[in-house]
């Protein structure tokens, strides 16, 4: 297999199917990085940062980025909604969002640039949510974007939303 990369209508993010699917009577097997291929495709992005979110049925995480960090965003189980919203005010596609269904069926990756916010709606019974990071986790560089700010005008596939108190602008 190779990889593939594909421009998303968000200048700058890629979804990326992952070079090793394979499949066989024992189950599934998953290469969800390899750097050489991955910097032969032109993502030459080094990550030092690796973490994961398990959630339920209809919670939503996000919309969170800050102004330096890339990510590299998997579902490792099960199947979310993810949502990705340009916020750099540099940028003509300053406010535009895009839409994504991630699972472990279509193993879909998606990279993720600084000054872009992203969140995610759990749509199975149980998700796992995974992402590299460029940088190191820095909760006082992020920006939290409302879910359901009018002026983004996001399409959600629920309308009530299980979210923090971060995430519903109260913390």
């Given amino acids: 297999m190779r990889l593939e990369v594909h421009q998303t209508k968000l200048e700058g993010v890629l ?69 990705v919203v340009n916020w750099d005010e540099r940028s003509p596609q300053y406010g535009k969002w895009e839409s994504f269904v991630l699972s472990d069926q279509n193993r879909q990756q998606i990279l993720v640039p600084p000054r872009f916010g992203n969140g995610h709606l759990v749509l199975s019974e149980q998700a796992i949510f995974h992402y590299k990071q460029s940088t190191y986790y820095n909760r006082a560089g992020q920006f939290t974007l409302l879910w359901n700010d009018p002026k983004l005008n996001i399409w959600w596939p629920i309308k009530q939303p299980l979210v923090s108190q971060r995430d519903e602008g109260s913390d």
């Fill in 15 to 83: 979804r990326i199917t992952p070079p090793t699917i394979f499949e066989d009577f024992r189950g599934t097997y998953v290469e969800t990085y390899n750097e050489q291929l991955y910097t032969e495709a032109g993502i030459t992005t080094k990550f030092v940062q690796d973490d994961i979110s398990i959630s339920s049925q209809h919670v939503l995480r996000g919309i969170h980025g800050d102004q330096e960090t890339w990510k590299l965003i998997s579902c490792l189980y099960g199947k979310f909604y993810l949502v």
